[in-house]
T-cell receptor, first 116, second 118 residues
Framework: AQKVTQAQTEISVVEKEDVTLDCVYE???????LFWYKQPPSGELVFLIR??????QNEISGRYSWNFQKSTSSFNFTITASQVVDSAVYFC?????????????FGTGTLLAVQP | GAVVSQHPSWVICKSGTSVKIECRSL??????MFWYRQFPKQSLMLMAT?????????EQGVEKDKFLINHASLTLSTLTVTSAHPEDSSFYIC??????????????FGPGTRLTVL
């Protein structure tokens, strides 16, 4: 069975602080995809990144960076120099390879509050 | 590209009435669409998966007679909440997957519909 765990329910930081959101996943499959989504107060899910299981290179996009480590089944997300606009709920998700009906398995989400 | 719209964005209805929510893929053909439900401060819960032209597959515990799903075309799926009650009040989100991204599992999400049943 597949599972995604986001142990941090809520995180509060002050603007300009760096913050890391943890994501641990479970699957026995060797081919899978990992995702991060942002859900601001408006409710619409915003896609942030997709990473396949064969690509362990870390990725950086502006203030965002992702650390994928298969050895610990983790796909952590770091926001550098956080801003108030980063306040949102962040979801990590897992999908197995293949098949149009493959489901996305979501973690429980982490609510990030960035204080001015 | 890969834009999914939902209509309406919010709806308030009286208990006992039925509500229809539309989900459209605007610039691609969605072979598969998904319907999620999200309660406040909770994660997305998958309700059902629908493929164009066939019956939806419901997740365990989701009443198929209450949440009617129709995926009549490659760009449109509808969710009808029949005889809605206050406990059905929630945020309903649809997503769509096109043939090109079926292998990766990626889904494109609509903006959601907030349903309030009085």
């Amino acid at each position: 069975a597949q599972k995604v765990t986001q142990a941090q329910t809520e995180i509060s930081v002050v603007e300009k602080e760096d913050v890391t959101l943890d994501c641990v996943y479970e699957t026995r499959d060797t081919t899978y995809y990992l995702f991060w989504y942002k859900q601001p107060p408006s409710g619409e899910l915003v896609f942030l990144i997709r990473r396949n299981s064969f690509d362990e290179q870390n990725e950086i996009s502006g203030r965002y960076s992702w650390n994928f480590q298969k050895s610990t089944s983790s796909f952590n997300f770091t926001i550098t120099a956080s801003q108030v606009v980063d306040s949102a709920v962040y979801f990590c998700a897992l999908s197995l390879y293949g098949g149009a009906t493959n489901k996305l398995i979501f973690g429980t989400g982490t609510l990030l509050a960035v204080q001015p | 590209g890969a834009v999914v719209s939902q209509h309406p964005s919010w709806v308030i209805c009286k208990s006992g009435t039925s509500v229809k929510i539309e989900c459209r893929s605007l610039d691609f053909q969605a072979t598969t669409m998904f319907w999620y439900r999200q309660f406040p401060k909770q994660s997305l819960m998958l309700m059902a998966t629908s493929n164009e032209g066939s019956k939806a597959t419901y997740e365990q515990g989701v009443e198929k007679d209450k949440f009617l799903i129709n995926h009549a075309s490659l760009t449109l799926s509808t969710l009808t909440v029949t005889s809605a009650h206050p406990e059905d009040s929630s945020f309903y989100i649809c997503s769509a997957r096109d043939l090109r991204s079926s292998g990766t599992g990626e889904q494109f999400f609509g903006p959601g519909t907030r349903l309030t049943v009085l």
